[in-house]
């Protein structure tokens, strides 16, 4: 696709139930990056991917959360027994991540999960 | 790990100058961003700096100084629409990507 697209936009949840978040990142992009955003927040890291591995999982907050991604594309963050905490906007980024340097990573619009 | 600080907020006239400071600490560096965030949008790239000195585009210019962990955000002649989240973020081996925790920009006529 022509962007990041984020899927559902939004999503309410009652505490206990299990959510499943999707990306589909820009074709071709190797990096893959999950934040969470609060309410008048920074990001906060998650877990980013390399193709299909995740050299990184050390920001996901509970043993609650995982991702994973196949196919070296489309990535889903799955958060087992949510919980109100829980509640924020889920943001997904994709770059091109080849070579040395970092490139410029592409922001999907958001998942905005609110656990009631 | 990685320690990214810049200022919570700023207040900046219409027509004028801010500058907005980030210092990093990281394990490996890959280059430094700025993102532009308006209330309730995901965020846009600005400018991405790996070596040391001034880029400059348009009204906005990003510096780096990596010998002191540290980078700024000009934004010259401010709009109103300038008002926005301001976020800086670096990138470390392996292409991870962390990010500070923003500055909200207010700019006022």
């Known amino acids: 696709g022509a962007g990041v697209s984020q899927s559902p936009s939004n999503k309410v949840t009652e505490k206990g139930k299990d959510v499943e978040l999707r990306c589909d990142p820009i074709s071709g992009h190797t990096a893959l990056y999950w934040y969470r955003q609060s309410l008048g927040q920074g990001l906060e890291f998650l877990i980013y991917f390399q193709g299909n591995s995740a050299p990184d999982k050390s920001g996901l907050p509970s043993d609650r959360f995982s991702a994973e991604r196949t196919g070296g594309s489309v990535s889903t963050l799955t958060i087992q027994r949510t919980q109100q905490e829980d509640s924020a906007v889920y943001l997904c980024?994709?770059?091109?991540?080849?070579?040395?340097?970092?490139?410029?990573?592409?922001f999907g619009q958001g998942t905005r999960l609110t656990v009631v | 790990g990685q320690n990214i600080d810049q200022p919570t907020e700023m207040t900046a006239t219409e027509g004028a100058i801010v500058q907005i400071n980030c210092t990093y600490q990281t394990s490996g560096f890959n280059g430094l961003f700025w993102y532009q965030q308006h209330a309730g949008e995901a965020p846009t790239f600005l400018s991405y700096?790996?070596?040391?000195g001034l880029e400059e585009k348009g009204r906005f210019s990003s510096f780096l100084s990596r010998s002191k962990g540290y980078s700024y955000l000009l934004l010259k002649e401010l709009q109103m629409k300038d008002s926005a989240s301001y976020l800086c973020a670096v990138g470390a081996a392996g292409n991870k990507l962390t990010f500070g925790g923003g500055t909200r920009v207010l700019v006022k006529p």
């Open positions: 980024a994709s770059s091109l991540g080849t070579g040395l340097r970092n490139t410029e990573a592409f």
């Open positions: 700096n790996v070596l040391d």
